[in-house]
């Protein structure tokens, strides 16, 4: 098992700033990805961001420009640097890892942490 710790988030106004991280810190196999998707209510999880142990990144359409996600010193951590916040940022923002066992691939995920935005 694979324990994503995630932490940042909370309450922010339209147009402030926001910082999430998600760290591994127990993680004894090789990591693939690591990432974050998000879920508002009544709505399907999304993609937010994700980033390669290459170093590749990508994002969801509607965060683009706004958001970047890298690579923090401690090993297996990632942020996620989020700017220009609006109110359709509101949502639970889940951590996500994608793992690689000697029998396969296996995708890993937090608990969720809640970003609001709000005037």
């Known amino acids: 098992q694979v324990e994503l710790v995630e932490s940042g988030g909370g309450l922010v106004q339209p147009g402030g700033s926001l910082r999430l991280s998600c760290a591994a810190p127990e993680i004894k196999i090789p990591v693939i990805l690591m990432g974050w998707y998000r879920q508002a209510p009544g709505k399907e999880r999304e993609l937010v961001a994700i980033?390669?142990?290459?170093?590749?990144?990508s994002y969801g359409d509607s965060v683009k420009g706004r958001f970047t996600i890298s690579r923090e010193n401690v090993k297996n951590t990632v942020s996620l640097q989020m700017n220009s916040l609006k109110l359709e940022d509101t949502a639970v923002y889940y951590c996500?890892?994608?793992?690689?066992?000697?029998?396969?691939?296996?995708?890993?995920w937090g608990q969720g942490i809640q970003v609001t935005v709000s005037s």
């Open positions: 996500t890892l994608r793992g690689d066992h000697d029998v396969g691939m296996a995708d890993y």
């Open positions: 980033r390669t142990a290459s170093g590749r990144t």
